[in-house]
């Protein structure tokens, strides 16, 4: 599975930015979705998460009730909407997949994708 991040760039602190995360080879379906993201000087971490049917998620605390992951099964591609970003939400952020169910371990996950920059400015 080869996974492309984009949709990433510069926006003002309570703006929004909506990632796509488009997958090819394996069936999408197969798999969990993630996003990662990580900050200079900071270890990876767990943002968001959606099960293979599109029909369980969960979200990091820091991010619960202003980002949404969605899947697009037929397209291949998963969605992080961020809401109302915040500076310390600027990262490099990144898609993962996990064959065998979500995770929040980097650990978990079985392919990445490149990441793409999110800047927040205040």
């Known amino acids: 599975v080869q996974l492309q991040a984009s949709g990433g760039g510069l926006v003002q602190a309570g703006g929004c930015l909506r990632l796509?995360?488009?997958?090819?080879?394996?069936?999408?379906?197969?798999?969990?979705m993630h996003w990662f993201r990580q900050a200079p000087g900071k270890e990876r971490e767990f943002v968001a998460a959606?099960?293979?049917?599109?029909?369980?998620?969960n979200y990091a605390d820091s991010v619960k009730g202003r980002f949404n992951i969605v899947s697009n099964n037929a397209a291949n591609t998963v969605y992080l909407q961020m809401n109302s970003l915040k500076p310390e939400d600027t990262a490099v952020y990144y898609c993962?997949?996990?064959?065998?169910?979500?995770?929040?371990?980097?650990?978990?996950?079985?392919?990445w994708g490149k990441g793409t920059q999110v800047t927040v400015s205040s």
């Open positions: 993962a997949a996990a064959r065998y169910g979500s995770s929040r371990s980097v650990n978990g996950m079985d392919y």
């Open positions: 796509s995360c488009a997958a090819s080879g394996r069936p999408f379906s197969y798999y969990a």
């Open positions: 959606i099960s293979w049917s599109g029909s369980v998620t």
